[in-house]
T-cell receptor, first 108, second 117 residues
Framework: RKEVEQDPGPFNVPEGATVAFNCTYS??????FFWYRQDCRKEPKLLMS???SGNEDGRFTAQLNRASQYISLLIRDSKLSDSATYLC?????????FGQGTTLQVKP | DADVTQTPRNRITKTGKRIMLECSQT?????MYWYRQDPGLGLRLIYY???????NKGEISDGYSVSRQAQAKFSLSLESAIPNQTALYFC????????????????FGPGTRLLVL
């Protein structure tokens, strides 16, 4: 089993839709979690950090479920510009372990 | 100017050649990392360094070596390149653990596309 797992998708949604991605992790000792956005083979850029139960930033909400060892990313009112790959990352001993990413395509 | 820079941005080389990828940062961070990204496999850690005198192997260090020349510079070398090292390589930096006891986020360079023929 991979340490950090994501459904690669792609998730195809219409503009305005709400979409959610999950990311499961195996190390119960992890304390910090991150969602990165990556556009078309460019560098990943931090979208949100999650240190406790959750975090919200505009249309984006990240939640942490320690009991079930997963984090989720919810995107409300999807825009065409949200089309990208979303990577989750989990802290392990000062390093980040990344999932393979989930691809989102928002259609007009 | 970008905070994390990588050179070259693109490189084509032949099997058996030695090549070096360079990373520089102006963020003043102690920690630096090298990753490779392959389609469907996400980012995999090659080497990391928590300070100038600290070098650690990551998940996939075989066939690679690194040098931390200064706080701001971290180089990745392929001693004898092979075709399965064709990938997108990213350098990243982060600050030391914050006072809250959680790890600060990582900031990535623009990447180097490497093709080994």
């Amino acid at each position: 089993r991979k340490e950090v797992e994501q459904d690669p998708g792609p998730f195809n949604v219409p503009e305005g839709a709400t979409v959610a991605f999950n990311c499961t992790y195996s190390n119960s000792a992890s304390q910090s979690f991150f969602w990165y956005r990556q556009d078309c083979r460019k560098e990943p850029k931090l979208l949100m950090s999650v240190y406790s139960s959750g975090n919200e930033d505009g249309r984006f909400t990240a939640q942490l479920n320690r009991a079930s060892q997963y984090i989720s990313l919810l995107i409300r009112d999807s825009k065409l510009s949200d089309s990208a790959t979303y990577l989750c990352a989990v802290n392990k001993g000062g390093k980040l372990i990344f999932g393979q990413g989930t691809t989102l395509q928002v259609k007009p | 100017d970008a905070d994390v820079t990588q050179t070259p941005r693109n490189r084509i080389t032949k099997t058996g050649k030695r090549i070096m990828l360079e990373c520089s940062q102006t963020k003043g961070h102690d920690r630096m990392y090298w990753y490779r990204q392959d389609p469907g496999l996400g980012l995999r850690l090659i080497y990391y360094s928590f300070d100038v005198k600290d070098i650690n192997k990551g998940e996939i260090s075989d066939g690679y070596s690194v040098s931390r020349q200064a706080q701001a510079k971290f180089s990745l070398s392929l001693e004898s390149a092979i075709p399965n090292q064709t990938a997108l390589y990213f350098c990243a930096t982060s600050d030391a653990t914050s006072t809250k006891g959680v790890m600060e986020t990582q900031y990535f360079g623009p990447g180097t596309r490497l093709l080994v023929l």
